[in-house]
């Protein structure tokens, strides 16, 4: 059932990291930043916080008390 958790933390962090490669590859080329690629910057950095709050909330809750 755990799976279930996992697949769309899986799918957001690959757009996250998708789009981290993006920016670097054009950064490394050394061309101007256009309106779309400034947005999918942003997309992928939303998909990043969606995964980590996902990861956070529903697999790693926190560790409960010891007795």
Same mark, same amino acid.
């Given at each position: 059932m755990k799976?279930?958790?996992w697949v769309p933390v899986v799918?957001? +962090?690959l757009l996250?990291? !998708?789009a981290i490669a993006f920016v +670097?590859?054009?950064g490394l080329n050394g061309t101007a930043f256009e309106d779309e690629?400034?947005?999918?910057a942003g997309i992928g950095l939303v998909c990043g916080w969606i995964a980590?709050?996902?990861y956070k909330t529903l697999i !790693?809750?926190?560790k409960k008390? !010891?007795?």
């Open positions: 799976i279930l958790l799918v957001f +962090a996250s990291l !998708r +670097a590859y054009q690629e400034i947005i999918v980590w709050v996902m !790693r809750p926190g008390p !010891r007795p």
